[in-house]
């Protein structure tokens, strides 16, 4: 891959979010993927260190871990803060913008424990008999 490829694999693909949907598409470029959701999520409590969060997300990479931290940093809904100790200590605190998410990922948390586990149960019972 070529750098302006590169280049063009990270630009957001709208500029423009002003259609009446766009404000969920800007949201779930923010927060959507299979990762950071789950990391936010985590985030609510607090302060947690990376390994920690390694440890409570299960079974992500430390790169994607790293990749999901720093793009969620960059959209400046995730503090790093680099503790200046030997060893070196990093954790991750969710910043004024991120901790609004807070009703949203609770919304989810919700939503999952009534509805996506019997519907997630019944798309494999179906994928299972095709």
Not at 35 to 63: A, E, M, P
Not at 68 to 73: G, M, P, S, V
Request: some cysteine.
């Amino acid at each position: 891959m070529d750098t302006k490829s590169k280049s063009k694999a990270k630009q957001a693909r709208h500029v423009d979010y002003s259609e009446p949907a766009c404000p969920v598409e800007a949201t779930l470029e923010l927060i959507g993927g299979k990762w950071k959701g789950i990391i936010l999520y985590h985030l609510l409590d607090g302060k947690i260190r990376f390994s920690d969060l390694k440890r409570c997300v299960g079974c992500v990479t430390q790169r994607m871990l790293t990749k999901q931290l720093r793009d969620l940093e960059a959209s400046g809904l995730v503090n790093r803060i680099v503790h200046a100790e030997v060893p070196p200590r990093v954790e991750y605190e969710l910043t004024a913008k991120g901790k609004t998410l807070k009703p949203l990922l609770k919304s989810l948390k919700n939503w999952g424990e009534d509805h996506a586990m019997d519907l997630i149960a019944k798309r494999h019972a179906n994928e299972l008999t095709q």
